[in-house]
C-alpha cells in the first residue's frame, strides 16, 4: 500500500523551489541555477538520510536541474552545437520553460492561500434561515389600534382639506364677509359630535368653502382639543383622522 508523506510543508518540486527562491531573495526570472541545484540537491540528500522515501518528481526535477547546470556551463560553442541538436528551435535560454511553470505554480499557489483565507473568514460568520413569523404577525398587530394624534397631525390635515377645498371652490367675483364667533362654532361642531354618536372624520367638521369658516372652524376643533372636550383618533399613521365627542360632556 502507498504511504505518501509531506514534509516540510512542500507538496512539490515546484513548491521547494519557490521555497528556496524566497529564502535566497533570487530574482524568478533570473535564477542563478547554480546556486538553486545546489540547495535543492542538500535538500534530497537530508530527506535520504532522514530514511524518507523520495518521490519521484523531486528527483526528475534533481535531474531537470542538473541538465540545465550543465548547458548553462558549457563553452559558447559547443552550446551552439548542441542547439543545433537537443534544443527546440526558437529557445535561447534553458531556464525558460522551468521559469514559465514556476511563475504558473506562483499564481495558482497564491490564489489558493487567497482562498484559505476567505474559507476562515467565511467560517466565523454563522447564518441561518429566515423564520415564518406569520403567525405572531396577527398577534403583535392589534385590530384597528389608535394612534395618539398631535398638533401637527391636525395642521398636516388641515392643509391637505385647504388644498382640497381650493380645488372644489368655484370661481366667483362676489365677497362676503361673515363675523363667525368661535365659541359658537365650538358649540356647532360638539353639538354635532353628539349628535353623530360616532367617529366623524375630521374633513366633515369643515361644510363651508370660505376660507373664513375653515379658518374658524379650525380653531374652534384645536380649542375642543384643549379643553379635551373630543378627541381625535388614527388607526395607523397617515391614516385618516377621526373626531368623536369625549362620553362625559
Avoid: C
Avoid at 14 to 42: G, K, M, S
Avoid at 160 to 176: D, E, F, H, I
Amino acid at each position: 500500500m502507498q504511504y505518501n508523506v509531506k514534509i516540510d510543508a512542500f507538496e512539490g518540486p515546484l513548491d521547494l523551489l519557490l521555497h528556496l527562491i524566497n529564502r535566497l531573495e533570487i530574482d524568478i526570472y533570473d535564477i542563478p541555477v547554480a546556486e538553486i541545484t545546489e540547495q535543492y540537491l542538500i535538500y534530497i540528500h537530508t530527506m535520504k538520510e532522514l530514511e524518507l522515501d523520495v518521490a519521484s518528481e523531486f528527483l526528475v526535477m534533481a535531474a531537470t536541474l542538473l541538465a540545465i547546470k550543465s548547458k548553462m556551463l558549457l563553452p559558447k560553442h559547443e552550446e551552439e552545437q548542441l542547439d543545433e541538436f537537443d534544443m527546440e528551435e526558437g529557445e535561447e535560454d534553458p531556464r525558460d520553460e522551468l521559469v514559465e511553470r514556476l511563475v504558473e505554480y506562483k499564481k495558482y499557489k497564491e490564489a489558493a492561500a487567497e482562498l484559505k483565507t476567505k474559507e476562515q473568514e467565511r467560517g466565523l460568520m454563522f447564518t441561518k434561515p429566515p423564520s415564518d413569523l406569520s403567525d405572531y404577525a396577527k398577534d403583535v398587530q392589534p385590530e384597528k389600534a389608535d394612534l395618539n394624534v398631535s398638533l401637527y397631525d391636525v395642521l398636516g390635515a388641515f392643509q391637505k382639506l385647504m388644498r382640497r377645498k381650493k380645488l372644489q371652490k368655484p370661481v366667483t367675483a362676489k365677497v362676503a364677509r361673515q363675523e363667525i364667533p368661535i365659541e359658537k362654532r365650538m358649540d356647532e361642531i360638539l353639538d354635532q359630535l353628539q349628535r353623530a354618536r360616532v367617529k366623524t372624520s375630521f374633513y366633515d367638521l369643515f361644510p363651508s368653502d370660505e376660507k373664513e369658516h375653515l379658518v374658524v372652524s379650525f380653531l374652534a376643533v384645536l380649542e375642543l382639543m384643549k379643553r379635551k372636550q373630543i378627541e381625535l383618533n388614527q388607526e395607523h399613521n397617515f391614516a385618516e383622522i377621526f373626531v368623536s365627542a369625549k362620553e362625559d360632556q
